[in-house]
């Protein structure tokens, strides 16, 4: 039986001062738990004893407590509660955007507000190979439990930063991607292996100080380019055309830049 003070707990956490007050986030349904199962630190489960049965094997130390439909739909933040909900700790990660940009290709998001948005952006750099998200202050909460519940477990295999976005592209010695109405023609330009691809707000685009630091400005095109059609696409969308014609070009085999000679020498090679 789960407390009532265990519940006020979990659906406080829907809020993000209580999330850092506790260090703590919400992971609901047995695709989401079972993802982040091994990859973060389980401190707690209510579950309903079908899904105890099939589970995976719990950290020792984690606190499990059975659970009847009822007490979990009590219990849930979601409308349709999926027979589990599980506290994990929020990660410390202290890696830098320019300690991983020089040799990978990272995506950096300026202002990215929705948690759909956010989440689903989670999911597509771990379809696209990519480890690391740097976002700005004002973006989304990764551990909103919509955006979380969003990134379908990618959460567990893509860390995501939150970082002074301005000064972490001015340290970065990479390319800086970003997409703009008057960018260029993404699919005519030269694509590095490694570097940032920046993505701005849902409304906004990305911010007049971000922009400045970006050295290759691009576009998705629309089809035909003459024919009126929306204003924009949804910065999910958007992210992943991007990624996916990065990820398309041939150079995805030559495998990542391992020394500042190599580093250069590709981005001769890649830019124009």
């Known amino acids: 039986m789960i407390s009532k003070a265990r519940i006020k707990q979990i659906r406080g956490l829907e809020r993000k001062k209580n999330r850092l007050a506790e260090g703590l986030f919400v992971a609901e349904g047995p695709k989401l738990v079972g993802e982040l199962l091994g990859r973060m630190r389980l401190r707690f489960v209510a579950a309903t004893e079908e899904w ?4 995976p094997q719990l950290p020792r130390e984690a606190e499990v407590c059975i659970v009847t439909t009822d007490e979990l739909q009590r219990t849930s ?18 890696t830098r955007l320019a300690d991983v940009a020089g040799r990978e290709l990272v995506l950096a998001l ?9 989440g689903t952006i989670v999911r597509l750099a771990d379809w696209f190979g990519i480890r690391h998200i740097f976002c700005s202050p004002e973006s989304a909460d990764i551990f909103n439990p919509k955006a979380t519940q969003a990134t379908m477990g990618a959460l567990g295999r893509v860390a995501v930063h939150y970082t002074n976005l301005t000064q972490a592209l001015a340290e970065a010695r990479c390319p800086i991607y970003g997409t703009f109405l008057d960018g260029a023609d993404i699919y005519r330009q030269r694509l590095t292996p490694y570097g940032v691809i920046v993505m ?4 906004q685009g990305i911010t007049k100080a971000v922009a400045e ?3 290759h400005r691009l576009f998705v095109p629309p089809y035909p380019a003459d024919r009126p059609t929306v ?20 150079y995805s085999s030559m495998g990542n830049p391992s020394s500042v000679s190599s580093l250069t020498s590709a981005s001769a090679a890649y830019e124009e």
């Open 200 to 203: 701005g707000n849902e409304g």
């Open 110 to 118: 300026d202002g990215v507000q929705d948690p759909g948005n956010l």
């Open 231 to 250: 204003e924009s696409l949804n910065v999910a969308i958007a992210t992943a055309i991007v990624c996916a014609e990065f990820r398309r070009r041939p």
């Open 52 to 55: 105890l049965g099939t589970a």
């Open 213 to 215: 630091l970006v050295s």
């Open 77 to 94: 933040l979601l409308q349709h509660p999926q027979s589990v909900v599980a506290l994990f700790e929020i990660p410390c990660d202290e």
